[in-house]
């Protein structure tokens, strides 16, 4: 179950960026390219968290769609997983842009520490 280590990193990353405040939610973007099973990450974030800063967080997961763009006609599209076309001019060869990402978004902290 690798959303154990990508958790302790995203964690790692939150903590660092509110620079000692307790967490009170983490925003965090994944691509359904990422391979990263959703559930395991919520697993991982609760595993995670007890004594830390980031203890009682919210996770906000914002899943996006597979990111593409046609290099014939130059349009940028999302497309359901499993569906490649681009809506502009039909083409099946677009080339991929995002989709895979698993990134921190934002933190929230409390507004007086
Ligand atoms: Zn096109």
Sequence with gaps: MH?????NN?????IAAANGAPLRA?????GPLSGVV???????????????PAEGARL???????LF?????????????GNYQ???CLATDG????????????IEVPDHV
């Design 3 to 7: 959303e154990l280590s990508l958790m």
């Design 38 to 52: 959703i559930e395991s990450l919520q697993f991982a974030f609760d595993a995670l968290t007890p004594g830390t």
């Design 69 to 81: 763009h046609c290099p014939h006609c130059q349009t940028s599209y999302t497309t359901p997983v």
């Design 10 to 14: 995203l964690l790692t990353d939150a």
């Design 95 to 106: 080339e991929l842009r995002g989709g895979c990402e698993l990134d921190l978004i934002s």
């Design 86 to 88: 681009c809506p502009a």
């Design 26 to 30: 983490l925003k965090v973007r994944v």
């Design 60 to 66: 906000d997961i914002e899943e996006t769609a597979p």
